[in-house]
């Protein structure tokens, strides 16, 4: 069974570092790109970027160019997406969605991360 | 950078009902569209792609149809667990999601 399991829910500070996780199981890790997703409290989805586990390319939105870095760990199939410098802003549930075409980067989402709520608040 | 808009926001309708719902692309697509069924709380789910192409497990009520720019969802017959914000995404280059439309009791 094609599993992503995130991490918990995070309470930062504006200014904080903060790594999230997306644990992939029940496929093959490296086969398929993975993307982020936000979703801002009652708002819409938002496609933040992607990365090929395979060998860890990116592409970023350019709504969230140089403010989040995405990468893998291809020994635990895990992807990660990072902030060096929270703000207020940054409040919001960030999904992991794995790519439904096989080693592509444009694609549908198959299957989708439980979520991970991140509040950021002095 | 392609936008997407759903059409309506927000959709009242009753059990049994057939719901029509439209997502237009700032710029040709081609197929490369897909709809997701979002419920309070829970990740979306993956309800059809390449614009007509239903996902495994998903009821034949939905459908899809269009090309180039214009798309619509269609649920045949609305059910008490259809009730839920539905999106498009475009991924024909980069990705992008509709804005979103819900789907409530009239």
């Known amino acids: 069974e094609v599993q992503l399991v995130q991490s918990g829910a995070e309470v930062k500070k504006p200014g904080d570092a903060l790594r999230i996780s997306c644990k992939g199981s029940g496929y093959s890790f490296i086969t398929y790109w993975i993307s982020w997703v936000r979703q801002m409290p009652g708002k819409g989805l938002e496609w933040m970027g992607r990365i090929d586990p395979s060998d860890s390319y990116t592409n970023n939105s350019p709504s969230f160019q140089g403010h989040v870095t995405m990468a893998v760990d291809k020994s635990t199939n895990t992807a990660y997406l990072q902030w060096s410098s929270l703000e207020a802003s940054d409040t919001a549930v960030y999904y992991c969605?794995?790519?439904?075409?096989?080693?592509?980067?444009?694609?549908?989402?198959?299957?989708w991360g439980q979520g991970t709520l991140v509040t950021v608040s002095s | 950078d392609i936008q997407m808009t759903q059409s309506p926001s927000t959709l009242s309708a009753s059990v049994g009902d057939r719901v029509t719902i439209t997502c237009r692309a700032s710029e040709s697509i081609t197929k490369w569209l897909a709809w997701y069924q979002q419920k309070p709380g829970r990740a979306p789910k993956l309800l059809l792609y390449?614009?007509?192409n239903l996902e495994s497990g998903v009821p034949s009520r939905f459908s899809g149809s269009g090309s180039g720019t214009e798309f619509t969802l269609t649920i045949s017959s609305l059910q008490p667990d259809d009730f839920a914000v539905y999106y498009c995404q475009q991924y024909d280059t980069y990705s992008r999601f509709g804005g979103g439309t819900t789907v409530e009791i009239k």
């Open positions: 969605a794995r790519h439904g075409i096989t080693a592509a980067a444009t694609s549908y989402f198959d299957y």
């Open positions: 390449k614009a007509s």
